[in-house]
């Protein structure tokens, strides 16, 4: 499971890249600048490591190094904290796994109490319960028992 959102976190990043993200320090550059940069960000045949080489020696040429590395560095944070807030979120999923199974093998509730217990579950844990609904979905339509 780790993997998909490794995944989910690569794609993110790819889209922003393709969905022509200006970042902050780029806006107010000329087009040309811009340009440069973009045109590195969506080379697909570039390692990340030449990826960054040429944003280094692009960001040098434009006199922007020092707000290129404030933007990579503010990046790699953003990263650490996604990556720190997803290991949370994983950690929790057996525990809320367990209180949603709980819920829906309890034979002596109504429809509604039911209802309400997993709003209440998922009021309680916002990003796992939508997380366990999907992979619920997913498993239930590769055993084919989908609607």
């Known amino acids: 499971m780790t993997s998909f959102f490794s995944l989910l976190a690569i794609l993110a990043l790819l889209a922003l890249a393709s969905a022509d993200y200006t970042p902050l320090f780029l806006r107010n550059q000329p087009r040309n600048v811009q340009n440069g940069y973009f045109q590195i960000m969506r080379n697909l045949n570039l390692s990340q490591q030449q990826q ?13 190094s020092t707000q290129y590395s404030n933007f990579l560095q503010q990046e790699r944070q953003a990263n650490q904290a996604l990556s720190q807030n997803m290991s949370r979120i994983i950690s929790r ?40 609904d999907y992979i619920r979905e997913k498993t239930s339509e590769a055993m084919g028992m989908d609607d």
């Open 93 to 132: 999923l057996p525990q809320v796994q367990s209180q949603l199974e709980a819920i829906l093998q309890n034979d002596i509730q109504t429809c509604t109490q039911e209802l309400q217990a997993i709003q209440n579950l998922r009021r309680q844990y916002p990003q796992e319960v939508p997380i366990l």
């Open 52 to 64: 960054e080489q040429q944003l280094a020696q692009w960001a040098q040429m434009n006199n922007l």
